[in-house]
Nanobody, 115 residues
Framework: QVQLVESGGGLVQAGGSLRLSCAFS????????MGWYRQAPGKQRELVAR???????EYAASVKGRFTISRDNAKNTLYLQMNGLKPEDTAVYYC?????????WGKGTLVTVSS
């Protein structure tokens, strides 16, 4: 069964930190690259960080140097450490395969950064 459950969001002041977690199940994730996506109000969903099964990472320019993606394959968990948060990071954050492979999205976790 394919399932994605994101957690760890919340309200934080600018400059603060949060750590997001994503519990995933299904071989579609275990054997493929995964990523963190976000969708801000009125904007399209975007990929902000990606990690392959070997641990190689990629980041969007807007978060590079501030966010760190990691995965624990033994625990079927994906993480996103977010430091130096900015108001423009406010969004609902989702995890999924990257590139997408047709899996249904989870509910996401809301991150709100106040100025």
């Amino acid at each position: 069964q394919v399932q994605l459950v994101e957690s760890g969001g919340g309200l934080v002041q600018a400059g603060g930190s949060l750590r997001l977690s994503c519990a995933f199940s299904g071989s579609i994730f275990s054997f493929n690259a995964m990523g963190w996506y976000r969708q801000a109000p009125g904007k399209q969903r975007e990929l902000v960080a990606r990690i392959n099964t070997g641990g190689t990472t990629e980041y969007a320019a807007s978060v590079k140097g501030r966010f760190t993606i990691s995965r624990d394959n033994a625990k079927n968990t994906l993480y996103l450490q977010m430091n130096g948060l900015k108001p423009e990071d406010t969004a609902v954050y989702y995890c999924n395969a990257a590139p997408l492979r047709g899996a249904q999205w989870g509910k996401g976790t809301l991150v709100t950064v106040s100025s």
